[in-house]
């Protein structure tokens, strides 16, 4: 029940942010590189499957620390472990959007060194992708893994 209620907490901070407006869009997650982001065709990503990951993110790991917001109110961290011990880290950036056209706005975020994350999961990954010292983060959520 704990594990369900904490799920259920994490779940509505990403609502009260940015998540709200991007998955509840009905259109996929953004594919991001160095000139931008934009949304893939419709089928790549639901929105029911992006839901279901941040579920499955919250559900079947630990939170391991408060969720805390930078000083500009935007960049939204929750401190997570899973079952196998690994330290993982909910990020996303509450002031960045995705237009009517499919265009996303993200911002770059430095990934904190002591944890020794070495990749990532977006909503829409079932793999993890290699990660450097920085990430391309918008309004969903991305999960940094060990």
Same mark, same amino acid.
């Given at each position: 029940? $704990? ?16 998540? +709200?407006?991007? +998955? ?9 590189? $160095?000139?931008?982001?934009? $949304? ?6 639901? !929105? /029911?499957? !992006? #839901?279901?990951? +941040?579920?499955? #993110? ?14 500009? &109110?935007?960049? #939204?961290?929750? *401190? ?21 056209? &499919?265009?996303?706005?993200? /911002? /770059? ?6 944890? *020794? ?10 793999? *993890?992708?290699?990660?450097? !010292?920085?990430?391309?983060? &918008?309004?969903?959520?991305?999960? +940094?893994?060990?």
């Amino acid at each position: 029940m $704990k594990r369900l209620m904490l799920a259920f907490a994490a779940i509505t901070l990403f609502v009260t942010t940015a998540a +709200l407006p991007c +998955l509840a869009d009905g259109n996929p997650e953004p594919i991001c590189d $160095k000139n931008g982001c934009q $949304k893939p065709p419709l089928p790549q990503v639901a !929105s /029911s499957t !992006s #839901w279901q990951n +941040l579920f499955n #993110w919250v559900t079947f790991n630990t939170l391991a620390s408060q969720c805390t917001v930078d000083a500009g &109110g935007n960049i #939204w961290t929750c *401190g997570f472990t899973s079952p196998s011990g690994a330290q993982l880290l909910l990020v996303e950036d509450s002031s960045q959007t995705c237009a009517a056209n &499919g265009i996303c706005s993200y /911002s /770059s975020y430095t990934v904190p060194t002591g944890p *020794g994350y070495t990749q990532y999961f977006t909503l829409g990954s079932s793999t *993890g992708i290699s990660l450097g !010292s920085t990430v391309n983060i &918008g309004c969903y959520p991305i999960m +940094l893994s060990q």
